[in-house]
């Protein structure tokens, strides 16, 4: 395991429901990432989050929110969504004060928009 | 923004033998970061290999080694005595030393045929 946790791991909503993504990392890192992967696009970065400030919104739609309540947690909160929503929502986080250091990433959460 | 380009969607390899994957990239900067990350099915994605850009020696680590041109900003990877476990999608990763973003490819899935 790489230290990063993430759940659900499956989750299955309508566009009507309100639910959350939770990701929580245990390796003291100060920056924490949400990605979207498709098949066959590369990954799109949604959100970054250093020392738990926003730095990056990659022009994702309002109906994602991510918070960051400390260096360790990080949330997406979805509502009313889009059936081609449906992906895995990856998490990541890294330890920036080290530019070579890499990312860590959670095991994914598969979303299902019906 | 900086782009990864992963030409090969799939590839193949007999047990015991070598493949390369490729991984070309689009920059300004001189000074950066490279990964290659693998993602096993439903497993999580972990860190292969990495390179810094400033250093001309290529990365090795065990069976996995980079072929690392800078000037045509190429950034192969080589598995050697390829295993049955070496099976997952392979990606391409840019950093640069300035921001928190890292930039993917659209990876390549790697079969390994016994």
């Known amino acids: 395991e790489t230290g990063v946790t993430q759940t659900p791991r499956h989750l299955v909503m309508g566009m009507t429901n309100k639910k959350s993504l939770k990701c929580e990392q245990h390796?003291?890192?100060?920056?924490m990432y949400w990605y979207k992967q498709s098949a066959k696009k590369p990954l799109e970065l949604m959100f970054v989050?250093?020392?738990?400030?926003?730095?990056e919104n990659n022009s994702v739609p309002s109906r994602f929110s991510p918070e960051c309540p400390n260096s360790s947690h990080l949330f997406l909160h979805l509502h009313t969504l889009q059936p081609e929503d449906s992906a895995l929502y990856l998490c990541?986080?890294?330890?920036?004060?080290?530019?070579?250091?890499?990312?860590?990433f959670g095991p994914g959460t598969r979303l299902t928009v019906l | 923004a900086q782009t990864v380009t992963q030409s090969q969607p799939e590839m193949s390899v007999q047990e015991a033998e070598t493949v390369t994957l490729s991984c070309t990239y689009d920059?300004?900067?001189?000074?950066?970061?490279l990964f290659w990350y693998k993602q096993p099915p439903s497993r999580q994605m972990i860190l292969v290999i990495r390179?810094?850009?400033?250093?001309?020696q290529n990365a090795t680590e065990n069976r996995f080694s980079v072929n690392f041109q800078k000037a045509a900003k190429s950034f192969s990877l080589k598995i050697s005595d390829s295993q049955l476990g070496d099976a997952a999608m392979y990606f391409c990763?840019?950093?640069?030393?300035?921001?928190?973003?890292?930039?993917f490819g659209t990876g390549t899935s790697l079969t390994v045929i016994p």
């Open positions: 990541a986080s890294s330890q920036n004060r080290v530019m070579s250091n890499e990312q860590f």
């Open positions: 390796l003291g890192h100060n920056a």
């Open positions: 989050y250093n020392f738990k400030e926003q730095t």
């Open positions: 920059t300004s900067e001189s000074d950066y970061y």
């Open positions: 390179q810094e850009a400033y250093k001309q």
């Open positions: 990763a840019y950093r640069s030393v300035t921001g928190n973003q890292f930039y």
